[in-house]
C-alpha cells in the first residue's frame, strides 16, 4: 500500500511556498474539497435520483439553459464560502450579479472566490466527465466593507489560488498557489483526497488537438490553416495529430496536461468573442497551464494579463503545450 499523503498533510508541508496565512489556505481548500465530495456524490448517483438529471427549465444570463445539478453545485458552493469568513464576494456563470455576502464574517473575509460550479454541463445526463474550475483573489476592497465589481475584475495574474476538480472515471482535484500544479485523487473509501499526481508537468510538445471542428468554416483563415497542418505529415511528429474533444474543458485540458496537446475554442461567427468566460474558466486553467509549463493565449495576447472589463467576459481561448500554443499563434493573422 502506497504511503498517502493527504491533502491537508501535502498543503501543511509545503506551506513555506503560499506568501498568505496558511491556515486560510488550509480553509479554503477544505471548504473546497467538502463541497467537491458532495457535488461528487450526486454526479455519481444522478441517474437513481429525480432532483438530479435533466434541465431546470431556467436560463443563466448568457441565455444557456440550465441543468439541474448547475444550480446544485452553484449553491454547494455558495453555502460552503458564505459564513466562513475568508470569502467576501462569490462570482459564478450560473448567477446575473456576484454575491457579496453580508454577515460580519462575511465583510472581514479577505478573499473572493469565481467559479464555474459544473463545467461541460451538457455532459451530465449521458454520464460524461464534467468539472469544477475555481479561483481565488485577494480582496481589494478594505476589509469591513461589502465586496464591490473591482475585486471581481482582476487581471488572472493576480490569482492567488485556482483550481479544477474532474469528475471523471475518479473525482480528481489539481490545483496551484502559483509554486507548480499538484493532483489529488479521491479516495472513495476514505471520503479523502491523497497525492496522486505530485509536481505536474505539461508536456512541451504533443500531438492531440482538441477543437469542436464543427466550427471550423466559421474559424479566420489562420486557425483553418493550424487544423491543415495538425492533420497532415508537416508537423514535428510526421503524422497527423489525433483530434480529441469531449466538449467539456476541464477533461480536455487534464488529458492535455497529462499527456501533451492543445485545446482551442476561438471566436467564431455564433460566438464572435469566443464562448469560453475570462473569470470562470480561461483563467483559472491559465494559471495552471503556466505554472506546468504549458502557455494560455487568446491568440494574440496572453491571457493572464487580460483586465477583465464585465463579469461574464468571454475570450478567444488557446491553452496547452507550450510548442503547440506558440505554433498556433504563429499561424493567426495579426
Ligand atoms: P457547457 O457547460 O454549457 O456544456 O459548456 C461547456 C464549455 O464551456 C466547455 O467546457 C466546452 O469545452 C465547450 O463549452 C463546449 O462548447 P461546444 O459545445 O460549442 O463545443
Known amino acids: ?14 506551506k513555506k511556498d503560499f506568501s498568505y496565512p496558511i491556515d486560510d489556505l488550509v480553509s479554503i481548500l477544505t471548504h473546497i474539497e467538502q463541497a467537491a465530495k458532495s457535488i461528487s456524490n450526486d454526479i455519481r448517483n444522478a441517474g437513481l435520483a429525480e432532483h438530479v438529471l ?15 445539478l448547475d444550480v446544485i453545485a452553484d449553491l454547494v458552493f455558495i453555502k460552503a464560502f458564505e459564513n466562513s469568513g475568508l470569502i467576501c464576494g462569490f462570482a459564478s456563470e450560473e448567477n446575473d450579479d456576484f454575491i457579496a455576502f453580508k454577515s460580519d464574517a462575511g465583510k472581514n473575509a479577505p478573499y473572493i472566490a469565481l467559479f464555474d460550479p459544473l463545467d461541460g454541463s451538457s455532459n451530465i445526463d449521458v454520464n460524461v466527465s464534467i468539472g469544477t474550475i475555481f479561483s481565488v483573489y485577494k480582496r481589494i476592497s478594505p476589509l469591513g466593507s461589502e465586496a464591490i465589481i473591482d475585486d471581481m475584475l482582476q487581471e488572472g495574474s493576480k490569482q492567488i489560488l485556482a483550481g479544477y476538480i474532474l469528475y471523471g472515471s ?8 502559483g509554486n507548480g500544479v499538484n493532483g489529488f485523487t ?27 471542428e464543427g466550427n471550423i468554416k466559421e474559424c479566420e ?13 508537416e508537423n514535428q511528429t510526421g503524422m497527423p495529430y489525433s483530434g480529441r474533444y469531449v466538449g467539456s474543458l476541464v477533461a480536455d485540458f487534464h488529458r492535455n496536461l497529462i499527456k501533451g496537446g492543445i485545446y482551442i475554442y476561438p471566436d467564431v461567427l455564433s460566438a464572435p468573442k469566443g464562448k469560453l468566460r475570462l473569470l470562470y474558466e480561461c483563467n483559472p486553467l ?16 496572453r491571457v493572464l494579463e487580460i483586465k477583465p472589463e464585465e463579469l461574464h467576459q468571454r475570450v478567444p481561448y488557446y491553452v496547452g503545450s507550450k510548442q503547440m500554443v506558440e505554433k498556433a499563434m504563429s499561424f493567426l493573422k495579426n
Open 1 to 14: 500500500m502506497l504511503n498517502l499523503i493527504s491533502l491537508k498533510e501535502f498543503i501543511i508541508n509545503t
Open 170 to 177: 475518479s473525482t480528481m482535484l489539481v490545483f496551484t498557489t
Open 221 to 233: 483563415i489562420g486557425l483553418r490553416d493550424y487544423i491543415t497542418y495538425c492533420q497532415s505529415r
Open 286 to 301: 491559465a494559471f495552471i497551464a503556466e505554472q506546468a509549463g504549458g502557455l494560455a493565449s487568446t491568440g494574440r495576447k
Open 54 to 68: 435533466g434541465t431546470k427549465g431556467s436560463q443563466n444570463i448568457q441565455g444557456e439553459e440550465q441543468q439541474k
Open 186 to 212: 479521491l479516495d472513495t473509501n476514505k471520503g479523502n483526497f491523497y497525492l496522486s499526481h505530485p509536481n505536474m508537468l505539461m508536456p512541451e510538445n504533443g500531438r492531440l488537438y482538441a477543437m469542436n
